[in-house]
């Protein structure tokens, strides 16, 4: 079986987006697109011959899809999204169940769950208090009161 210049081409670019699966960095699928579109470009007669015509196809498109994927990528992880998990509590509102005291433990209920919170500026908040989540440290909250 003889390989010609676009089945190489087109098993190099396959290899390079399988490499960018493992490592998500944008690099390798810019040089995946770049050596995929140079395996078609190959195809044409006047390119099928010339090796260094392909490889500078090669660099041209994959440094293009390089610049688009960097700005692409930069669009993308600019955003990371809402907060999950414990640190979505940040900025909520809890009521004290169980005061806290000075340079103590409490306990708060935000929406439907009850946690043990501290203050920030180690001050005693009263039961019934309202409260705002201010951070997440381990599996305490860190309230202050909200002025009413």
Request: aromatic content about 12%; some cysteine.
């Amino acid at each position: 079986m003889t390989l010609f210049a676009w089945h190489i081409w087109l098993i190099l670019g396959i290899i390079f987006v399988i490499i960018e699966i493992f490592d998500p960095a944008f690099f390798f699928l810019s040089l995946g697109s770049g050596a995929i579109i140079t395996g078609l470009l190959a195809l044409l007669p006047f390119v099928k011959n010339c090796i260094w015509l392909q490889i500078f196809c090669f660099a041209i498109i994959s440094f293009i899809a390089f610049l688009l994927m960097r700005k692409l990528g930069k669009r993308v992880l600019a955003n990371p999204g809402p907060e999950t998990n414990i640190f979505a509590l940040k900025g909520k509102q809890a009521t004290v169940t169980q005061a806290i005291p000075a340079e103590g433990r409490g306990y708060v209920r935000v929406e439907s769950e009850e946690w043990v919170a501290v203050t920030l500026d180690q001050s005693a908040i009263a039961e019934d208090a309202k409260v705002e989540v201010l951070d997440v440290e381990g599996n305490k909250l860190i309230v202050k009161e909200i002025e009413q």
